[in-house]
């Protein structure tokens, strides 16, 4: 067996005649900085979330740091987010000059334990930024609530959850703004770096729509200091065509996933929970095990491709040791560190070979007993 964490050459086989299309069109017109077909992608990707307006952006962290500094975010504020997240969430706070607080995770969703939330604001807390961590939407209604309450920002770190839903409603479209990541390895990848903000506000997104442009509002006019983070035309050509397909890769995943569920709950490991109030787009599969190093590898060796999201939690990261966070500071997360194991999941993946993963994981788990006789 040869399986990769995620097959983005399978995808692309199942698109190409469309997106050969797409981007040969952007190469004909010439318009590579803000053309036609970005406008497009915008409205139909905040279409798609369920909110009034999209800024396209060069990257996922490029999307969260904007959005604070739309919110008027900076130094001597501070912004809670959760220890168990990818890096870039709490970048995109220190990137502002604010400080970003941390709290520990729900142990079935991963995401913001929502009952630590309040005990961690403070006079100088300004944001929230839930994590929709691996496609499964954090508790929203309780933290939008603890938000009103405070008088608190709320920006979603929707990067890997595009097309989740939470009671009915797609993320991006709960928080006052709502980051997504292009990348390519995301639910919704673009061929290259990429990003977008989802807002319904429309001075938000005006002040957003200046700060991606070098602070200009009209061309070599420029009212601030702002930042070259446009999104790409050709990606977003690309992207244009990418998000016809999402419910149905989407789809897929929620299919395949319950397709492991099924074969790995009798086994001795945790499989993923779905939340009630939650429609995960399961961007990763990741289950939770006392062996998983000792899966990890069994796996490596019989070609299947596995990982780890993520093995150290921000508050142990060397970057952030100026936070001053002790080791045991949040133990739900620093356990979920050294256990989580991420499955091969992606639209393309046959669902045999979810059967042959999960046999290979039995065997691990469970080594068939040895006759002595
Ligand atoms: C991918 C990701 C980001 C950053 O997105 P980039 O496009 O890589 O900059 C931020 N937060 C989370 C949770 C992510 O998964």
């Not at 604010?98 to 334990?113: G, N, Q, W």
Request: overall charge negative; aromatic content about 8%.
């Amino acid at each position: 067996m040869n399986v990769p964490l995620v097959d983005l050459q399978a995808q692309y086989r199942s698109i190409a005649p469309e997106v050969e299309v797409a981007m040969s069109t952007v190469l004909r017109q010439g318009h590579f900085i803000l053309g036609e077909e970005l406008h497009r992608f915008e409205s139909e990707f905040a279409n798609y979330c369920d909110t009034t307006t999209a800024i396209g952006v060069d990257c996922g962290t490029s999307a969260l740091k904007l959005a604070l500094l739309a919110f008027d975010i900076g130094p001597g504020d501070e912004v809670i987010t959760s220890a168990h997240t990818f890096i870039a969430t709490v970048f995109a706070i220190s990137y502002t000059g604010a400080h970003p607080v941390l709290v520990d995770i729900d142990p079935h969703t991963y995401t913001m334990d929502v009952s630590q939330l309040e005990r961690s604001i403070t006079a100088q807390t300004k944001a929230i930024i839930p994590v929709h961590i691996y496609g499964h939407p954090a508790d929203m209604d309780p933290i939008l609530e603890i938000a009103t309450r405070h008088g608190l920002v709320v920006i979603e770190d929707a990067c890997q959850a595009h097309g989740a839903r939470y009671k009915g409603q797609r993320v991006g479209s709960l928080g006052h703004a709502a980051a997504f990541s292009f990348y390519p390895a995301k639910n919704l990848g673009a061929y290259g770096d990429g990003g977008i903000v989802v807002t319904d506000d429309q001075n938000v997104a005006k002040r957003l729509r200046v700060l991606r442009d070098y602070g200009q509002r009209s061309k070599y006019h420029h009212v601030q200091i702002g930042f070259n983070h446009r999104l790409d035309t050709l990606q977003a050509a690309v992207l244009r065509i990418k998000l016809r397909h999402l419910d149905a890769w989407n789809a897929a995943r929620r299919q395949l996933a319950s397709l492991y569920d099924g074969l790995l709950h009798s086994l001795p490991l945790v499989t993923p929970t779905q939340a009630a109030y939650a429609e995960s787009v399961y961007h990763l599969y990741v289950i939770q095990s006392d062996d998983r190093d000792a899966i990890c590898s069994f796996l490596n060796d019989h070609g299947v491709a596995t990982g780890m999201h993520y093995p150290i939690p921000i508050h142990l990261q060397p970057a952030y040791e100026s936070l001053g966070y002790q080791s045991g500071a949040f133990p739900v997360a620093e356990r979920a560190a050294q256990r989580v194991l991420s499955l091969p999941i992606y639209a393309e993946l046959p669902k045999a070979t979810v059967r042959r993963i999960a046999t290979l994981i039995e065997e691990c788990a469970s080594p068939p007993a040895r006759s002595h006789q």
